[in-house]
Nanobody, 128 residues
Framework: QVQLVESGGGLVQAGGSLRLSCAAS????????MGWFRQAPGKEREFVAA????????KYAESLKGRFTISRDNAKNTVYLQMNSLKPEDTGVYYC?????????????????????WGQGTQVTVSS
């Protein structure tokens, strides 16, 4: 089972930026789509962004397009989430996850049930 370790969270003022990283423990990382999700206190986990195994196809939550960018470096077994123009409503725990399908193809999935390996999460707090 792969281990996913998120980092890069923290406290930032509204309008600031953060870059989250998620490092995977195995080489097969490059064969799986990867996703980022977040969960605010008292709310359900929600989709943020996903990237296919090749790095060429991405998908974003509509409300986050233009502010967040997902990318990956398969040589480093790492996926990133660049977050700009942060707002207080972006506060939450951010999780990365690995798709359960190898070399899925097409648009990466955006529902939590499509992912079967999750990191422990990293806290992002945006102050107003």
């Amino acid at each position: 089972q792969v281990q996913l370790v998120e980092s890069g969270g923290g406290l930032v003022q509204a309008g600031g930026s953060l870059r989250l990283s998620c490092a995977a423990s195995e080489r097969r990382f490059s064969r799986y789509d990867m996703g980022w999700f977040r969960q605010a206190p008292g709310k359900e986990r929600e989709f943020v962004a996903a990237i296919d195994w090749s790095g060429f196809v991405t998908k974003y939550a509509e409300s986050l397009k233009g502010r967040f960018t997902i990318s990956r470096d398969n040589a480093k077994n790492t996926v990133y989430l660049q977050m700009n123009s942060l707002k207080p409503e972006d506060t939450g725990v951010y999780y990365c996850a690995r798709d359960q399908v190898v070399l899925r193809g097409g648009v990466p999935p955006w529902t939590p049930s499509d992912y079967n390996d999750w990191g422990q999460g990293t806290q992002v707090t945006v102050s107003s």
